[in-house]
């Protein structure tokens, strides 16, 4: 049982450039959530899942996409890079209501130049 | 909008004193309060989780007030230990919305 899994674990993107960032959970769990942590700044919600094929935006969606084709795996996606969403990206995940315990990945460190 | 808050930024206490860690929040309107945490270039670890309803939580080590009322959560670890040296995070949940609202951490240091 690996919880909630995320690749890569850092990545260097200059401006303009695109990327997906990967994570798994094998909890069975129907919602999933990515989550950026800036300084200073607690984490923010940036789009969450409440089931396979949905879809939602969050606090900060601006410059980011995701998918949800399969119940497992939430995808994030950055169109045109750029250095405001050098961040460090955390996925995550619940057996049903965002009220619930939510399970963390150990993140993915971006830097965008 | 919630605003949640957590002072000190960062905390150093020697082996074996007891730790007090707080949160305050604006909005008294909430359905729970957990307690996360972090250790370095790791993801987050819920604690503690305390519904609206409730005025406390325990775990071993860790106890969890909560004060709706006053905006108010203390999370207390007993007879602090090297390994508890990380960042504790608390998150407030509004009662029919889906934003955990994060406040920023305090990162702890125990030395030996």
């Known amino acids: 049982n690996a919880g909630v899994t995320q690749t890569p674990k850092f990545r260097v993107l200059k401006t303009g450039q695109s990327m997906t960032l990967l994570c798994a959970q094998d909890m069975n769990h129907e919602y999933m959530y990515w989550y950026r942590q800036d300084p200073g700044m607690g984490l923010r919600l940036i789009h969450y899942?409440?089931?396979?094929?949905?879809?939602a935006k969050g606090e900060v969606p601006d410059g980011y996409n995701v998918s949800r084709l399969k119940k497992q795996n939430f995808l994030l996606g950055l169109e045109s890079a750029a250095p405001s969403q050098t961040s460090v990206y955390f996925c995550?995940?619940?057996?049903?209501?965002?009220?619930?315990?939510?399970?963390f990945g150990p993140g993915t460190r971006l830097l965008v130049l | 909008k919630q605003e949640v808050t957590q002072i000190p930024a960062a905390l150093s206490v020697p082996e074996g004193e007891n730790l007090v860690l707080n949160c305050s929040f604006t909005?008294?309107?909430?359905?729970?309060l957990q307690w996360f945490r972090q250790d370095p270039g790791k993801g987050l670890t819920s604690l503690l989780l305390i519904q609206s309803s409730q005025r406390e939580q325990t775990s071993g080590r860790l106890n969890a007030s909560l004060d709706k009322s006053s905006g108010r959560s203390t999370l207390y670890i007993a007879a602090s230990q090297p390994g508890d040296s990380a960042t504790y995070l608390c998150a407030v949940t509004p009662p029919n919305d889906y934003k955990l609202s994060f406040g920023a951490g305090t990162t702890v240091t125990v030395r030996a």
């Open positions: 909005d008294s309107a909430i359905y729970n």
């Open positions: 995550a995940s619940s057996y049903t209501a965002f009220q619930e315990t939510q399970y």
């Open positions: 899942s409440v089931g396979e094929g949905t879809t």
